[in-house]
């Protein structure tokens, strides 16, 4: 029976050491549950992120969060970001430019015209860095909590460019500063103040875009510094007891028309030069000044007192007028005959016409293109060149000649008064002597014509009856046969076309003539 009881109790022994063993394994097990929990949470996330990396890598897109300033850019690709960055801040943004002194002064510009300028590429590739630096599990996990991660706009800055358009900016907003003057009111001389000017200050204007670049474009907004400049004079009241001696000074102009023989007289008148009284910057000298505008209107006034059809020459010394009033010298000119318009009547002939002003042939066909003696019509409108185109040379004013064709006599002048008279002979009828107001231009101690065969002793030409043609003044010609010719005929018309004189006078006339004296021939 013991070893029964020996057996019962072994077998007690053994089912409480069974009883035990599943006790501990079930302790054994939760702790490996707990480990698996662990793990996994640990592992899933890890897994999640590389997962997303993974994603987004392959893919070539920005992580979510991401925001360039504040517009979000994630899930874009670089691409995508550089097109919307340059359209954003390079396109169509503005910046309102506007003057530190005047409110009223504002210009809405872009970016590029102040030298700013977002790099889209630099930019997008800032955004897409983000999850692919040294950690990018920090940034992977910082989108996904939702966390925001920003990029600021690459912005450079080019002050070349700047500088250029602040440039043309500044011409539309110079003031010029304005001297001190003198004026002349209620009958006395009185000093008006200088007066500032402004331009812009593009130096300061650049320097501060360039500190402030990024909050300029941020808010949109830009300073335009301006300054003022004062003026070189301000102040003249020292100059006015010496005005009135300057203004006193008589500015004279004479004109004389060679073609009628008048001589003009004008002086400036006090009011005029009173208007015209400046004072030197630098020097605080007193002088008038004389603009070609001022000018112009003044000879416009002088010119009524010509009549019609006469006028100071169109391309009128305006230099040797001033020049000469600087010295307190009078300035002389010479007068101006206009162009004519002649209504051809019926039966004019062009050798009529030309007989009628005085004007050479050739002269009017050369001022009418495309007319010819054979083609002239009444009606038609002819041009006749101005009387000025005979009188090629400077004109010597003390000096004329005068012939009258029905008297056969010709009278110089000398000083306004008689020297000389003289008995002559002018052209036959059918190579007659123009009438019209020439000059002598040419000097030949015996000029021979090879028409007639004949010498033509101190000749003195005076007009082109034909281009290389010219008729003139000379003694009694001679034949090559030794025959003098019409000695016994002064009086009388017999020449073709040239003045016959007798030969000492010539000789007297050829020295005495200068070039330039003007010969008037009458009927």
């Known amino acids: 029976m013991h070893p029964m009881r020996k057996n019962t109790q072994q077998a007690q022994y053994s089912y409480q050491m069974a009883s035990r063993r599943p006790e501990k394994r079930q302790k054994a097990d939760y702790s490996a549950l707990l480990v698996a929990l662990i793990s996994l949470i640990i592992i899933i996330p890890i897994s999640l992120v590389s997962l997303t990396i993974i994603i987004f890598q392959s893919n070539h897109l920005n992580l979510p969060g991401v925001y360039v300033l504040d517009k979000e850019v994630g899930l874009l690709n670089p691409q995508e970001t550089a097109a919307w960055v340059d359209n954003y801040w390079n396109r169509t943004r503005q910046i309102k430019l506007s003057s530190s002194t005047n409110e009223d002064i504002s210009y809405w510009l872009n970016p590029g015209e102040l030298g700013y300028w977002v790099d889209p590429e630099g930019t997008a590739q800032a955004a897409y860095s983000i999850g692919r630096r040294a950690d990018p599990f920090a940034d992977v996990i910082a989108a996904a909590s939702g966390q925001s991660q920003i990029v600021l706009p690459v912005l450079y800055f080019d002050e070349e460019s700047a500088y250029q358009n602040l440039e043309k900016i500044s011409a539309g907003l110079i003031i010029h500063p304005e001297n001190a003057t003198v004026a002349y009111q ?129 391309e009128f010394n305006f230099d040797g007028l001033i020049e000469s009033w600087e010295n307190a010298q009078t300035f002389q000119t010479i007068l101006y005959h206009d162009p004519i318009t002649y209504t ?10 030309s007989l009628r002003f005085g004007m050479p042939m050739w002269y009017i066909l050369e001022a009418n293109p495309g007319l010819t003696i054979h083609n002239l019509e009444a009606g038609m409108a002819l041009t006749i060149p101005s009387k000025n185109i005979l009188l090629p040379l400077p004109v010597v004013p003390n000096k004329r000649i005068v012939i009258d064709i029905s008297t056969q006599r010709m009278t110089t002048y000398e000083n306004g008064q008689v020297r000389s008279t003289h008995i002559i002979s002018t052209g036959v009828e059918d190579s007659p002597t123009f009438a019209g107001v020439f000059q002598v231009r040419t000097h ?14 101190h000749f003195i030409g005076i007009y082109e009856a034909w281009p290389g043609f010219m008729n003139g003044l000379h003694g009694l010609p001679l034949l090559s046969s030794g025959q003098r010719l019409w000695a016994g005929n002064l009086g009388t018309p017999v020449s073709y076309g040239c003045i016959i004189m007798a030969l000492d006078e010539a000789e007297d006339i050829y020295h005495w003539a200068d070039p330039g004296v003007v010969v008037e021939i009458t009927k």
């Not at 009241?237 to 500015?251: K, M, N, R, W």
């Not at 051809?344 to 016409?353: E, T």
Request: net charge negative; proline share 5%; charged share 25%.
């Open 444 to 457: 030949k101690l015996n000029a021979y014509a090879s028409n007639w065969d004949l010498y033509m002793p």
């Open 186 to 314: 209620d009958n006395t001389w009185i000093a008006l103040p200088g007066i500032e000017g402004r331009e812009v200050a593009i130096e300061a204007t650049i320097e501060d875009h360039m500190e402030n670049a990024f909050i300029n474009l941020l808010t949109q907004t830009a300073t335009l510094h301006m300054r003022s400049v004062p003026p070189a004079v301000d102040d003249l009241t020292h100059v006015l007891a010496d005005i009135d001696s300057v203004v006193a000074q008589d500015l004279l102009l004479e004109a004389y028309d060679p073609i009628s023989d008048e001589s003009f007289k004008w002086s400036v008148p006090l009011e005029t030069k009173r208007g015209w009284v400046q004072v030197n910057e630098e020097t605080y000298d007193i002088h008038m000044a004389y603009t070609r505008h001022n000018l112009e209107l003044l000879l416009n006034q002088w010119e009524t007192d010509l009549g019609d059809g006469r006028s100071f020459k169109p």
């Open 344 to 353: 051809v009547q019926a039966g004019d002939s062009l050798w009529g016409i």
